[in-house]
């Protein structure tokens, strides 16, 4: 038999092990630590062909195909012959032949992974398990645990949480009906899989998957039927992990909610969490991402640190990894976010106009926990700069997961004392960079089609009318309202959008901002006394990094920051006539 083209390379041998025939697949040097890649539903190892020869650099990677999957043979019957007693007779048979004398790393994507969680919690497999990297399929033990906790202890969010898995879960019930699911693989399903994965998982199409599918799923549906009853009712109570566990979870999952995994830390003593934005294929459509954790994982855990592996930021298991680009990162709110994403361990790209000052960003985002970061010199306004900067990110640092619009300039002034050159050059930067960001990074991300989120830093001037500020708080309403434009039509494609809307911010933004109908000596001056007034308030731009964090792992649609800005907000909407009213009074300068 030929070696499929995707797993070119590999070295095959066969692992007999109770009455069934194991097709194993090796690749890279079997002195290294041994990585083992488990497949899931209805899947074969092929599943894993663009992450195994990218790991076969580092390590010995094992691949084979699950029993009944493939090019495995089936148990006879099928019937009995998935049980997870079995799956780990097998997974430990396979270990011994390609690592007798080595514990092997284990890494598992949906079934691959259920079943892994029970090799990494069963006595039997102690010792020969040095690390487990789960994506996509929860220990079915785990499950009934939290299953039960939300039935006997009912709040009305746990309620939800179950009724959100139920909803999800309906391919499970599916899978226990007699004969249906096997008639649908080996007919009409069987052969439109390949385009509904291209169609709603966005996985690029070729040779995966491969022909043995129709069959790979048939015998599959055994896996459900033979141990998720069983196990739901009566899950084991000492599923503990006896090795350091890797969580990756994709938060576009069709099939699995992120709050399975919210109790994990009591089953798991040394638990590392990792998110991305991504559907449920990650294996497929994130291979560089999967390599770069799976390599820092493991290679962490054979130098003896198992917990070292992530930044130390409170968002590390969100963005650590991600790929965030910042405009206007040179100094204030956009520097202070770079550092706050670089402090979770995400890669930063800091956009400023100012080179210097991007390069400063990017230089200390390293030092405070990004492990990659770069500066690029561009003016947001200039729509061909950000044509090159998009195609640029795209193609050497990849898909932008998080895209910060901060870049911003200010200008006071009222309205016959700006003049038209004035209101081109706010907008131009506060609407038209937005706008250019939006278009080109927001296109990828959608064409991705993993889900992703944008932010956008608008201003309490959106709502906040002011006779001293009519420039700066139209581009900034306008800003407003196309956050909120773009949200709504982004939302069926798993990208958020966020307006964040700040008061007073202690930034050189005072220092730099133009004052209109004035002559440079008293710019100067009101530049100072604005300086001054917003020093004495002093709100540091790291609460409002802190509140776009927040803002994205939630999903807000928008965030007023400072005090003033929320109570500005809450007035807007209330009592906007006492808001006009105050937008009357000269400004204190
Ligand atoms: P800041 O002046 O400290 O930083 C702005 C950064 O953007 C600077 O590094 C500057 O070089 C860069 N920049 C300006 N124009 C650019 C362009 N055309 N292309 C690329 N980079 C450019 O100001 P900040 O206070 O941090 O402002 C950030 C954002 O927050 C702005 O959009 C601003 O309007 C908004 N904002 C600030 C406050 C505040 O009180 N500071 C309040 C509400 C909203």
Known sequence: MTVPVTLQGARERRVRTGGVELCVAELGDPGQPTVVLVHGYPDSKEVWSEVAPRLADRFHVVLYDVRGHGRSTAPKPLRGGFTLEKLTDDFLAVADAVSPDRPVHVVGHDWGSVQSWEFATVKRTEGRIA?????????????????????????????????????????????????????????????????????????????????????????????????????????????????????????????????????????????????????????????????????????????????????????????????????????????????????????????????????????????????????????????????????????????????????????????????????????????????????????????????????????????????????YSTSKAAVLMLSECLRAELADQGIGVTAICPGFVNTNITSTARFAGVDAEEEKRRQKKTARLYGLRNYPPEKVADAILRAVVRGDAVVPVTPEARGAYLMSRFTPKALRRIARLEPPL
């Open 131 to 471: 690390s487990f990297t789960s994506m996509s399929g929860p220990s079915l033990d785990h499950l009934g645990h939290w299953i039960n906790k939300r039935l006997k202890r009912p709040t009305p969010r746990r309620v939800g949480q179950l009724l959100g898995q139920g909803a999800k879960s309906w391919y499970v019930y599916a899978l226990h009906t007699p004969v249906l699911p096997e008639l649908a693989w080996r007919g009409p399903l069987g052969k439109r899989w390949p385009r509904m994965l291209e169609r709603f998982e966005q996985v690029p199409g070729g040779t995966y998957p491969t022909s043995s599918l129709p069959t790979d799923a048939a015998h599959g549906a055994w896996l459900y039927r033979d141990n998720v009853r069983a196990r739901l009712r009566h899950p084991r109570t000492d599923a503990y992990a006896h090795a350091p566990v890797q969580l990756i979870t994709p938060l576009g999952d069709a099939f699995l909610s992120e709050r399975l995994y919210d109790e994990l830390e009591s089953w798991v003593p040394q638990l590392t969490r990792r998110t991305l934005p991504a559907k449920h294929w990650i294996p497929r459509t994130r291979p560089d991402q999967l390599v770069d954790w799976i390599t820092e994982f493991v290679t962490s855990v054979e130098g003896g640190r198992p917990d070292g592996v992530t930044a130390s930021g409170k968002y590390a298991d969100r963005f650590g990894g991600q790929l965030i680009l910042v405009t206007g990162a040179g100094s204030g709110i956009g520097r202070a976010t770079a550092y706050a994403f670089a402090e979770a361990g995400a890669r930063v790209v800091a956009v400023d106009r100012d080179a210097e000052a991007a390069a400063r960003t990017a230089q200390m985002s390293r030092l405070i926990g990004a492990p990659e970061a770069w500066a690029e010199t561009v003016d947001v306004s200039d729509e061909q700069a950000m044509e090159k900067l998009a195609e640029k990110v795209a193609t050497e640092y990849g898909v932008v997961d998080v895209l910060v619009n901060n870049a911003g300039i200010g200008l006071s002034g009222s309205f016959f004392d700006t003049t038209p050159e004035d209101w081109k050059k706010v907008l131009d930067v506060n609407l038209w960079g937005v706008i250019h960001g939006c278009r080109l990074f927001g296109r990828q991300m959608a064409e991705r089609g993993q889900g992703g989120h944008i932010v956008n830093t608008a201003s309490a001037a959106a709502y906040q009318p002011s006779k001293a500020l009519p420039a």
